[in-house]
């Protein structure tokens, strides 16, 4: 018989070891509530960095999580100050809000009518014609704004961030329940007009990211592109500092862009987008071998087109495809510019929805078409 690990709790030398234990003393914590028929535990997990165990405190009925107690390790006792007190417990097993629980088991996921298709126009426009719930995954970098005059000229930032609201409106309407929306997106540098003004940098990540919440949609993970030292000097920041290297005028230079990952919003667990796929075997075919990213930093090369200013590398669209999609599946891109996300989809088995607005863009998308689809 194979030899059982030790346990971390057991080469720490706590007072409560096992998941049982911890049990234990949070049913004892609820018995002296009067609480303990009306809830129950999820899994306890000891977090050995403060020496406590966590136990999720669940409403009998439905399931629904209503607080946590926190034990100290190494003493055996509850930790009140960390806990939930019973005032809040007891306020949350009376809401409406707590009677039901995520859950995987639902109907089986249909599948997607849409076919490979490029939309001519203005995302905020085109997306309006396809079906609620067709599509399986989003995955966009927006225009920057106005830090180009190919990315768009818009009367000011609030303009630009209500344009975002409405195609992303709409992109939340087209995702399916509980799949994932992505956007690739960085801070955007907006030079000085004349040497006696600064410039300013615009956080449009979090911008993004308090729209994106609002319109409907859960945030799962920020995940850094981390490019090479030297990509950023492009930009200008940080050359005053390192030629005088004087206090204050320290700004460092910009080498990463940020990966934001959302999930539609749903009651149930992603085991559900798992479990009842309409196609089981492209879900087994979609399984990651091999190594993969196993933290939320990225490196990758940046890459660059003569056709597109700002086009982002193939393996950072294919490394979002294949962790976020199963084969056969519908990959959305409302700013598909050159058509990258659409090239990856195909190289990876899925189908893509691609909608551009420029001219120039659509044709290298058009010159290119068939190759994506014979590769």
Not at 139 to 159: E, K, L, Q
Not at 241 to 267: C, G, I, M, W
Not at 341 to 360: N, P, Q, Y
Request: net charge positive; hydrophobic share 40%.
């Amino acid at each position: 018989m194979a030899r059982r690990a030790r346990l971390v709790s057991e080469d720490r030398a706590y007072e409560v070891r096992t998941v049982d234990d911890a049990r234990r003393v949070a049913d004892d914590q609820v018995g002296s509530w009067g609480l303990r028929g009306a809830t129950g535990f999820g899994l306890p997990e000891v977090d050995d960095r403060y020496h406590v165990w966590r136990v999720p405190v669940l409403a009998a009925t439905g399931a629904a999580r209503v607080g946590e107690i926190v034990i100290d390790a190494r003493a055996g006792t509850v930790d009140a100050r960390r806990s939930t007190d019973v005032e809040t417990v007891r306020a949350r097993l009376a809401s409406p809000d707590t009677s039901g629980a995520p859950s995987h088991r639902g109907p089986v996921i249909a599948r997607s009518t849409l076919s490979n298709t490029v939309l001519a126009g203005d995302s905020e426009l085109t997306l309006r014609d396809l079906p609620d719930g067709s599509v399986d995954l989003v995955f966009t970098s927006p225009p920057y704004f106005n830090a180009r005059p190919d990315s768009g000229d818009f009367v000011d930032y609030r303009a630009y961030l209500d344009k975002m609201r409405r195609v992303f409106r709409q992109c939340t309407r087209v995702l399916a329940e509980g799949r994932f929306l992505i956007v690739n997106t960085a801070p955007v540098l907006l030079r000085r007009s004349s040497r006696s003004q600064s410039s300013r940098r615009l956080a449009v990540p979090f911008d993004l990211h308090a729209i994106l919440v609002e319109e409907g949609l859960d945030f799962v993970d920020d995940i850094v592109w981390e490019k090479p030292e030297g990509a950023g000097w492009a930009t200008g920041r940080g050359r005053r500092f390192a030629a005088d290297r004087s206090p204050l005028q320290y700004k460092a230079v910009p080498v990463t862009e940020y990966v934001l990952v959302y999930r539609n919003h749903t009651d149930r667990l992603i085991d559900w987008n798992i479990r009842s796929h309409h196609d089981p075997d492209a879900v087994a075919r979609s399984r990651i071998s091999g190594e993969y990213e196993r933290t939320n930093v990225w490196r990758l090369a940046p890459a660059s087109r003569r056709d597109h200013p700002a086009v982002f590398p193939a393996s950072l669209a294919e490394r979002v495809i294949r962790y976020w999609s199963f084969e056969g599946d519908v990959v959305l891109d409302p700013f598909a510019g050159i058509g990258t996300v659409g090239m990856a989809a195909a190289r990876l088995g899925r189908r893509f929805v691609l909608s551009e607005v420029e001219e120039r863009y659509l044709a290298v998308i058009r010159r290119e078409l068939a190759a994506w689809l014979t590769s």
